[in-house]
């Protein structure tokens, strides 16, 4: 990444950018509405999980060829990025643990399971997880915890809670996830046409990138 980094700072008239395709998704867009209006108040804490629930990719698939195939960076990377979106705020130190025991008789190498503890610039507290091998289903977590109230994703409708004692929480009804894998490919294009910053900027891309690495390195 660095190398890369360099390589870009030398054509800086080249675009680079990267499919996190969350953003699109109908669901967070909304989520992030909540938050810049102000009505989940001042946020403390945000959890976000990438439930990958396919053990048979990395176990059986390309990944387990690898000498080194990363679930943070491979999928794990989406909900960095989503929290660093929707909070508007980067991440700047993380610890992280993690084990195989979902892939432990197999051939693939590294952590199945990375459990990471994130501290963002703005004062949020966030806890994220990569698991590759789940009992459960594609399914991408994030809850974020305001001073005015909590919001929850979850399979149909997300919740959102705006009393503690309130046991009939609102629902969310927009659609999750919602985007198809190309939803970013033309304001790439349009990037690139109309010399404008994509909507997923390099600097994006190189945080992003450089705090999955360092919680990689640090479950090591």
Sequence with gaps: VERILLEYKKHPNLKISSNLIL???????????????????????IKGA????????????WRGEMDYYSGVCGG???IIDLMQWLLESKITCVSAVGNKVHSHQSK???HDLVNAILSFDNGVIGSFTSDMGCVHPHFHVLDIYGTKGTFINQPG????????TNSHPKLIETVYPGVHK???????IESILNSSIPEVSQEDVFHTMAVCFAIDKSAQ
């Design 23 to 45: 953003r699109k998704s109908e669901r967070f867009l909304h989520l992030k509405q909540l938050i810049q209006s102000g009505e989940l108040g001042d946020i403390s804490n």
């Design 50 to 61: 990438y439930n990958y629930g396919r053990l048979h990719k990395i176990t059986e698939g």
């Design 76 to 78: 794990g990377v989406h």
């Design 108 to 110: 693939f190498k590294q």
């Design 157 to 164: 409708d997300a919740i959102l809670y705006t009393e503690r």
């Design 182 to 188: 190309g939803d970013l490919i033309f304001d790439f």
